[in-house]
């Protein structure tokens, strides 16, 4: 009999232990367990110049939950100093949260990275940024998005090639993109991320990466090749 009482005890101690994290968990608003879903994506989606180059990263539902898009402005180098300006932009659907962003620019065959100047987002909300070279390549890291990651998140990048002179060859520029995200209830009136069931409890993170490949001419013009997946 008394084993049955002990037993009961450890039974009922068990039961209120859960009782209490599932509550601190709804309270809080951290989840007791987070499952990690690889997103899909296409690196090989069409690319007219001049125009916002698009790509999604889809969920294991088919559900579009961000998308990468790459603006080149003016299409053509300037010969004079080979800079040019590039806009890079995470859009992403209510119901999730942007954690990270990492660009990695490269330039493949010469192993030289671009030379990058940053726009850093203004106001007090703003995210640290880490800009840094990695192999020969340069990097800009935003580990840990913080309130930006509540909604869409814009950038301004001015970049200056090492192109050899005289340049008789096309010059690769690739553009590496890691992110991660997870569920959440940042809702801003867009089409919202169905919910998993056991949400806010269990929750769904998100990564996904994805390498956009371009080519500029002798002449300064910027076109995109596609990358084998």
Excluded: C
Excluded at 72 to 77: A, Q
């Amino acid at each position: 009999m008394a084993s049955l009482k002990g037993i009961g005890l450890i039974l009922f101690a068990i039961a209120l232990g859960i009782i209490l994290v599932l509550g601190l968990s709804l309270l809080s608003g951290i989840p007791v367990y987070t499952i990690q879903q690889r997103l899909v994506s296409n690196p090989n989606s069409p690319y007219t110049p001049n125009s916002w180059f698009l790509t999604s990263f889809n969920d294991s539902r088919g559900v579009t939950v961000a998308r990468l898009e790459i603006l080149i402005p003016s299409g053509v180098l300037p010969t004079s100093n080979n800079s040019f300006s590039i806009m890079v932009a995470v859009w992403h659907i209510d119901g999730t949260h942007l954690d990270s962003l990492k660009l990695t620019f490269s330039t493949l065959s010469t192993n030289v990275g671009p030379i990058i100047w940053f726009d850093a987002p203004q106001g007090s909300q703003s995210s640290n940024v880490l800009v840094y070279k990695e192999h020969g390549n340069s990097v800009v890291d935003i580990p840990d998005m913080g309130f930006m990651g509540r909604g869409s998140v814009n950038f301004d990048f001015y970049i200056q090639l090492l192109r050899p002179s005289p340049i008789n060859g096309n010059y690769p520029l690739t553009i590496q993109a890691d992110l991660s995200l997870h569920e959440s209830d940042d809702i801003f009136g867009g089409s919202t991320y169905g919910h998993t069931a056991g949400y806010p409890i269990l929750v769904h993170g998100f990564k996904g990466d994805l390498l956009v490949a371009f080519l500029i001419d002798p002449s300064g013009k910027v076109s995109k090749y596609n990358v084998n997946i």
